[in-house]
């Protein structure tokens, strides 16, 4: 069967639901590698919560183990109060840099290698580094990576500006 995943926004406990998006509701498809690309409507309006606003955010799978001492697991926790529908837009150059500010680690979108045989398209680094749950369910990153995941409820932001003093990461991500 395949997994199926939501972005969400935790509280500083790291537990808590915050806020998550709904695939559907931007015409895309719930499955991690059904919308895990640069330029993905869905993707670019998550990221449109976290411009510019570093939150503790986690892709998570209804797949992935439940919370420590929780008998859930995040996916399953997303309430519909807690839904977030946004619609504001930004440019790539806007959304650039994908911030991990709890490792002061960061992503260049623009170094992002095209996937081979896909003309342009390039897997979105966001999701597969916050991701719970992989390669538990058809549609999970199928690629060998050890960066996979290892963002999961890090305090994460995207900027338009090279963060200082942050290490840049190229996890590179193929399938």
């Given at each position: 069967m395949g997994q199926y995943y939501k972005p969400?926004?935790?509280?500083?406990?790291?537990?808590?639901?915050?806020?998550?998006?709904?695939?559907?509701?931007?015409?895309?498809?719930?499955?991690?590698?059904?919308?895990?690309?640069?330029?993905?409507?869905?993707?670019?309006?998550?990221?449109?919560?976290?411009?510019?606003?570093?939150?503790?955010?986690?892709?998570?799978?209804?797949?992935?183990?439940?919370?420590?001492?929780?008998k859930t697991n995040l996916y399953d926790r997303c309430k519909d109060s807690e839904k977030a529908n946004p619609t504001e837009k930004f440019t790539t150059t806007e959304t650039r840099y994908v911030v991990n500010h709890s490792k002061k680690e960061f992503v260049d979108k623009f170094s992002v290698p095209e996937i081979k045989g896909w003309k342009g398209a390039k897997i979105h680094p966001l999701p597969l580094?916050?991701?719970?749950?992989?390669?538990?369910?058809?549609?999970?990153?199928?690629?060998?990576?050890?960066?996979?995941?290892?963002?999961?409820?890090?305090?994460?932001?995207?900027?338009?500006?090279?963060?200082?003093?942050?290490?840049?990461i190229k996890p590179n991500f193929e399938e």
């Amino acid at each position: 069967m395949g997994q199926y995943y939501k972005p969400i926004i935790l509280a500083e406990n790291k537990k808590s639901v915050k806020s998550w998006m709904y695939s559907h509701e931007y015409d895309n498809r719930l499955k991690l590698m059904e919308h895990s690309y640069i330029g993905n409507s869905f993707v670019s309006a998550f990221e449109s919560l976290i411009k510019g606003n570093p939150q503790r955010v986690v892709w998570g799978g209804d797949y992935a183990d439940n919370c420590k001492g929780r008998k859930t697991n995040l996916y399953d926790r997303c309430k519909d109060s807690e839904k977030a529908n946004p619609t504001e837009k930004f440019t790539t150059t806007e959304t650039r840099y994908v911030v991990n500010h709890s490792k002061k680690e960061f992503v260049d979108k623009f170094s992002v290698p095209e996937i081979k045989g896909w003309k342009g398209a390039k897997i979105h680094p966001l999701p597969l580094l916050t991701c719970e749950g992989n390669g538990r369910g058809g549609g999970d990153f199928r690629g060998e990576n050890k960066f996979v995941g290892t963002w999961a409820r890090d305090v994460i932001s995207v900027e338009s500006k090279k963060p200082q003093g942050y290490t840049e990461i190229k996890p590179n991500f193929e399938e």
